[in-house]
C-alpha cells in the first residue's frame, strides 16, 4: 500500500497527532510524509527521525502562511501525478478543510476523526465516533486516494530516532489562491488540549461557592486559579465546559466538549463538572476518568472511573498538595 502522511505545523512546530499519523502509515509498510510551508528543513528532518522512508517537501514563500486553495491545490497535484492509496493527516482545523478540498479535486471522500484503522485487503477499514460519540462506526472510503484524518492521542506515537535519514523528494508548490494572508495574532498560545496527557476541567461548580463572600465571576477566578495549580503540578492543561466559556468566565480556547475540543488524555480530572452530554463527548475517550462534585447524583460520575463527592475548593487543594509530595516538586 502506498502511503502519504501529511505532517501538519504551524510556523515549523509540528501538531504531534503528526508523527502518531506517521507511525499509524508505518504500520503499513513504507511510508512517504508530506511537508508544506517556508524554510521546513527542520520539519523535514524530524519527519525522518519520527519514520519516513520519503519526505516530499513543497517549500515556497507562498506556502509560508497556511492558505487552503494553494495547500489543496499543492496536495492535489502531488497526488494526482503519483496515485497514494492512503493519505493520513492528524485532525486539525487545518487538515479538516486542507482534505476536503482536496478530496473533492480527486473525486475520492474523507474519513475524518478516526480512532482505529485497519487494512482490509488493500482497503482501510476505519473506526470512528459517531451520534455524540454513543456509538462506534466502521466504515470504508470506496473510492482512492482514501482521506482519513486520525483524532489525537488515539494513536502511540512513535520513538525518535535522532540522527536518521531517508529520501528526500522536492515538489513544486502550486501558488494560485484567492486569498491573502495580511497578518494575524497568536492567542492563548500555551492551550494545547488536543495534545495534553493531562487535563483538568473546570464546570459551572467552579463558579459556586456561596461560604467564599465572593461574586460568581471572583469565585470563578479562584476556582480556575486552583485547577490552573493543579494542571501546573501535573504538567496538564487547564479545560472547560460551555457554561463557564459563555459565562466569559475563560476563553473558549480552553473548551472541551462538541462546541469545543475533543480531548483523549491519560487522565481527566472533571472539576465542577455536571457531566451534560455536550461536554462528555469531547472527553469520554480519556484513558483515565475522575469527578469531583459536590453533587453526588451528577451524570459525570457514571462515566468517572473514580470520583469523589466533595467541595472542590477544599478537595483540589488537598490534592495539589499530595502531587506536589509525591512528585517531590
Given at each position: 500500500?502506498?502511503?502519504?502522511?501529511?505532517?501538519?505545523?504551524?510556523?515549523?512546530?509540528?501538531?504531534?497527532?503528526?508523527?502518531?499519523?506517521?507511525?499509524?502509515?508505518?504500520?503499513?509498510?513504507?511510508?512517504?510524509?508530506?511537508?508544506?510551508?517556508?524554510?521546513?528543513?527542520?520539519?523535514?528532518?524530524?519527519?525522518?527521525?519520527?519514520?519516513a522512508?520519503?519526505?516530499?517537501?513543497?517549500?515556497?514563500?507562498?506556502?509560508?502562511?497556511?492558505?487552503?486553495?494553494?495547500?489543496?491545490?499543492t496536495?492535489?497535484?502531488?497526488?494526482?501525478?503519483?496515485?497514494?492509496?492512503?493519505?493520513?493527516?492528524?485532525?486539525?482545523?487545518?487538515?479538516?478543510?486542507?482534505?476536503?478540498?482536496s478530496?473533492?479535486?480527486?473525486?475520492?471522500?474523507?474519513?475524518?476523526?478516526?480512532?482505529?484503522?485497519?487494512?482490509?485487503?488493500?482497503?482501510?477499514?476505519?473506526?470512528?465516533?459517531?451520534?455524540?460519540?454513543?456509538?462506534?462506526?466502521?466504515?470504508?472510503?470506496?473510492?482512492?486516494?482514501?482521506?482519513?484524518?486520525?483524532?489525537?492521542?488515539?494513536?502511540?506515537?512513535?520513538?525518535?530516532?535522532?540522527?536518521?535519514?531517508?529520501?528526500?523528494?522536492?515538489?513544486?508548490?502550486?501558488?494560485?489562491?484567492?486569498?491573502?494572508?495580511?497578518?494575524?495574532?497568536?492567542?492563548?498560545?500555551?492551550?494545547?488540549?488536543a495534545?495534553a496527557?493531562?487535563?483538568?476541567?473546570?464546570?459551572?461548580?467552579?463558579?459556586?461557592?456561596?461560604?467564599?463572600?465572593?461574586?460568581?465571576?471572583?469565585?470563578?477566578?479562584?476556582?480556575?486559579?486552583?485547577?490552573?495549580?493543579?494542571?501546573?503540578?501535573?504538567?496538564?492543561?487547564?479545560?472547560?465546559?460551555?457554561?463557564v466559556?459563555?459565562?466569559?468566565?475563560?476563553?473558549?480556547?480552553?473548551?472541551?466538549?462538541?462546541?469545543?475540543?475533543?480531548?483523549?488524555p491519560?487522565?481527566?480530572?472533571?472539576?465542577?463538572?455536571?457531566?451534560?452530554?455536550?461536554?462528555?463527548?469531547?472527553?469520554?475517550?480519556?484513558k483515565?476518568?475522575?469527578?469531583?462534585?459536590?453533587d453526588?447524583?451528577?451524570?459525570?460520575?457514571?462515566?468517572?472511573?473514580?470520583?469523589?463527592?466533595?467541595?472542590?475548593?477544599q478537595?483540589?487543594?488537598?490534592?495539589?498538595?499530595?502531587?506536589?509530595?509525591?512528585?517531590?516538586?
Amino acid at each position: 500500500m502506498k502511503t502519504w502522511v501529511y505532517i501538519d505545523h504551524f510556523n515549523g512546530e509540528v501538531v504531534p497527532a503528526s508523527w502518531e499519523a506517521l507511525g499509524v502509515g508505518k504500520s503499513f509498510g513504507p511510508v512517504s510524509a508530506l511537508v508544506f510551508g517556508k524554510g521546513v528543513d527542520a520539519v523535514a528532518q524530524a519527519a525522518f527521525e519520527f519514520g519516513a522512508d520519503e519526505v516530499i517537501v513543497a517549500d515556497d514563500a507562498a506556502l509560508a502562511d497556511f492558505r487552503a486553495e494553494a495547500f489543496a491545490a499543492t496536495l492535489t497535484a502531488l497526488a494526482a501525478a503519483s496515485a497514494p492509496d492512503l493519505i493520513l493527516l492528524p485532525t486539525t482545523t487545518r487538515t479538516r478543510e486542507l482534505s476536503a478540498m482536496s478530496a473533492i479535486d480527486l473525486n475520492t471522500g474523507v474519513l475524518v476523526d478516526v480512532t482505529v484503522l485497519e487494512d482490509n485487503g488493500g482497503q482501510i477499514l476505519a473506526t470512528r465516533p459517531v451520534y455524540e460519540g454513543k456509538l462506534l462506526e466502521k466504515t470504508v472510503c470506496a473510492a482512492k486516494p482514501q482521506f482519513v484524518t486520525l483524532r489525537a492521542r488515539a494513536f502511540p506515537k512513535p520513538a525518535r530516532e535522532a540522527g536518521r535519514s531517508g529520501a528526500l523528494s522536492k515538489a513544486a508548490a502550486q501558488t494560485a489562491a484567492l486569498t491573502s494572508v495580511e497578518g494575524y495574532t497568536a492567542s492563548e498560545s500555551s492551550v494545547n488540549l488536543a495534545d495534553a496527557s493531562v487535563v483538568i476541567a473546570g464546570g459551572r461548580g467552579v463558579s459556586n461557592n456561596p461560604s467564599l463572600g465572593l461574586d460568581e465571576k471572583a469565585t470563578a477566578e479562584k476556582g480556575f486559579q486552583i485547577v490552573g495549580e493543579l494542571a501546573s503540578v501535573l504538567g496538564g492543561a487547564v479545560g472547560a465546559t460551555r457554561a463557564v466559556v459563555d459565562a466569559g468566565f475563560i476563553p473558549y480556547a480552553h473548551q472541551v466538549g462538541q462546541t469545543g475540543k475533543v480531548v483523549s488524555p491519560d487522565l481527566y480530572i472533571g472539576v465542577g463538572v455536571s457531566g451534560a452530554i455536550q461536554h462528555i463527548v469531547g472527553m469520554r475517550t480519556a484513558k483515565l476518568i475522575v469527578a469531583v462534585n459536590k453533587d453526588a447524583e451528577a451524570p459525570i460520575f457514571k462515566v468517572a472511573r473514580y470520583g469523589v463527592v466533595g467541595d472542590l475548593f477544599q478537595v483540589l487543594p488537598a490534592l495539589t498538595e499530595a502531587f506536589k509530595k509525591k512528585l517531590g516538586k
